[in-house]
């Protein structure tokens, strides 16, 4: 019952012992309560409880709004919470960009011009806004302070390069691989291997005459494939001056243009369908024979006993 009589100030200071030992929900609770007894320590109460709804859900846009305009109410320049000292204004600009970013993230693949360039935007906004600068939200709620706004930005334009990249894809696969290429940069400036960029942006600019049509194709794995074939020396000495060849340097696969590919497939799979529906439709019988001799079987047993 003790709980029933604490004073504002008292959950207020132990919601900031319950933020010190990263206890967030006890925090959240203790901070609401001390602002309803009238202890918000101007809006410094809520605020933090806002800090809070954005660390239990970081792709939550609302969360990021209603902590903006929280701390747009304080009249302190700057804070602290747990361990982390915050510029009360760069923090605003941190909630602006993310909701920026969470929205050029959720935007359909399909409409990949905008969304590329939306996060190129974005992209170039959090070098401007924050650039060196700790993204003190991933401080607190991931340990983590490597993340600045520069860092985000490479990441961000990493993607969208890639989304613009997989986007032109199909109607121009050398425009799409230097694109690939481009997210590649960034991945590498980042420190990964950008193995799975690179791939592409090598399959997007390969070329390749069909094997069997005699079409000029771009973009390995999407406007041609390579299939596995027996190639005496006979064919594939046919080619060996050509710029583009239908045939692999090691003369293991020959290519074939997706329209003759998918062409070859749909008929084979029909094929296939029609031997699956005979082979059933054998299966069926035999099990009918079988059953009416084994019912004869029983029969004639059973008239011996
Ligand atoms: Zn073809």
């Not at 906004?125 to 993340?147: P, V």
Request: charged share 25%; with cysteine; proline share 2%.
């Amino acid at each position: 019952m003790a709980l029933l009589f604490k004073g504002g100030e008292q959950l207020y200071n132990e919601a900031l012992d319950a933020v010190g030992r990263k206890d967030y929900s006890t925090a959240r609770k203790k901070f609401t309560d001390a602002n309803e007894k009238g202890y918000g320590k101007d809006g410094l109460a809520l605020a933090y409880a806002a800090i809070i709804d954005v660390g239990s859900n970081r792709s939550n846009v609302g969360a990021y709004q209603k902590l903006a305009d929280r701390l747009a109410t304080l009249n302190v320049g700057s804070i602290k919470f747990g361990l982390t000292d915050i510029d009360v204004q760069d923090m605003i600009a941190e909630c602006e960009l993310a909701i920026k970013e969470i929205q050029a993230s959720m935007m359909s693949d399909s409409a990949y011009m905008e969304k590329g360039n939306q996060l190129i935007a974005v992209a170039g906004e959090y070098m401007g806004r924050i650039g060196e600068k700790n993204l003190k939200l991933d401080e607190i709620f991931k340990g983590n302070t490597m993340a600045t706004g520069n860092r985000e930005a490479l990441i961000l334009q990493a993607q969208g390069y890639a989304v613009l990249g997989k986007g032109h894809v199909l109607t121009d696969p050398k425009m799409a691989s230097e694109y690939m290429q481009m997210a590649y940069n960034f991945r590498r400036q980042l420190g990964d291997s950008g193995e799975e960029e690179y791939r592409l942006s090598q399959n997007y600019a390969r070329s390749a005459r069909c094997w069997i049509c005699g079409r000029p194709a771009s973009g390995e794995g999407i406007h041609f494939q390579s299939i596995k074939a027996d190639i005496d020396p006979v064919f594939s000495n046919m080619s060996k001056d050509e710029i583009v060849k239908p045939v692999s340097e090691d003369s293991q696969r020959i290519y074939i243009c997706n329209p003759c590919f998918s062409g070859i497939s749909n008929r084979s799979d029909d094929i296939a369908r029609e031997y699956y529906n005979e082979a059933i439709r054998e299966l069926r019988a035999t099990e009918l024979r079988l059953q009416a001799e084994i019912n004869s079987l029983r029969f004639s047993v059973n008239m011996r006993r």
